[in-house]
T-cell receptor, first 114, second 113 residues
Framework: AQKVTQAQTEISVVEKEDVTLDCVYE???????LFWYKQPPSGELVFLIR??????QNEISGRYSWNFQKSTSSFNFTITASQVVDSAVYFC???????????FGSGTQLTVLP | AAGVIQSPRHLIKEKRETATLKCYPI?????VYWYQQGPGQDPQFLIS???????DKGSIPDRFSAQQFSDYHSELNMSSLELGDSALYFC????????????FGPGTRLTVT
């Protein structure tokens, strides 16, 4: 069975601080995909990144970076120099094996204060 | 670029009424998914369609049904609505044999009173 754990329910930082959102996943499959989605107050789900289980390279996109470590089953997301517009709920999600539906974590509410 | 379209964006219904939500996937995407997100919850998978055939079923109540049409749009039909059905309903689409990213529509916010 798949499971995604986001232990941080809420995080509050001051603008320009760096912040890391944690994600731990569980799966018995050797092939799986991990995702991060952003849900701003307007409600839509915005795709941020996908990683395959066979590609442990970390990725950086502007102020966003992702650290994928199979040894600890973690896929953490760091925002550098946070901005107020980063305030949102961030979901980590998993797609394993032949499953076609995403399993989401419970989400982390990030609040960036001016 | 074209995105997933959902209609209506907001819907208010009374208990025991029916509701129909529509989803238009990204062109050339062959798979459509429906998710339900209750207040303060993470999205939960309901059902999916691949090439117009139901492919997977999640925690979808028997009162709900869905289908995908020849033009690939999908409809989620909800009957005998209950207060607990109030939620944000997302449709997502993907190209199954591709990179497998699921792109979500803006959601339909259903309120049952």
């Amino acid at each position: 069975a798949q499971k995604v754990t986001q232990a941080q329910t809420e995080i509050s930082v001051v603008e320009k601080e760096d912040v890391t959102l944690d994600c731990v996943y569980e799966t018995r499959d050797t092939t799986y995909y991990l995702f991060w989605y952003k849900q701003p107050p307007s409600g839509e789900l915005v795709f941020l990144i996908r990683r395959n289980s066979f590609d442990e390279q970390n990725e950086i996109s502007g102020r966003y970076s992702w650290n994928f470590q199979k040894s600890t089953s973690s896929f953490n997301f760091t925002i550098t120099a946070s901005q107020v517009v980063d305030s949102a709920v961030y979901f980590c999600a998993q797609l394993s094996g032949s499953a076609r539906q995403l399993t989401f974590g419970s989400g982390t509410q990030l609040t960036v204060l001016p | 670029a074209a995105g997933v379209i959902q209609s209506p964006r907001h819907l208010i219904k009374e208990k025991r009424e029916t509701a129909t939500l529509k989803c238009y996937p990204i062109p050339r995407h062959d798979t459509v998914y429906w998710y339900q997100q209750g207040p303060g919850q993470d999205p939960q998978f309901l059902i999916s369609f691949y090439e117009k055939m139901q492919s997977d079923k999640g925690s979808i109540p028997d009162r709900f049904s869905a289908q995908q049409f020849s033009d690939y749009h999908s409809e989620l039909n909800m009957s005998s609505l209950e207060l607990g059905d109030s939620a944000l309903y997302f449709c997502a689409s993907s190209f199954l044999m591709g990179s497998r990213e699921q792109y979500f529509g803006p959601g339909t916010r259903l309120t049952v009173t």
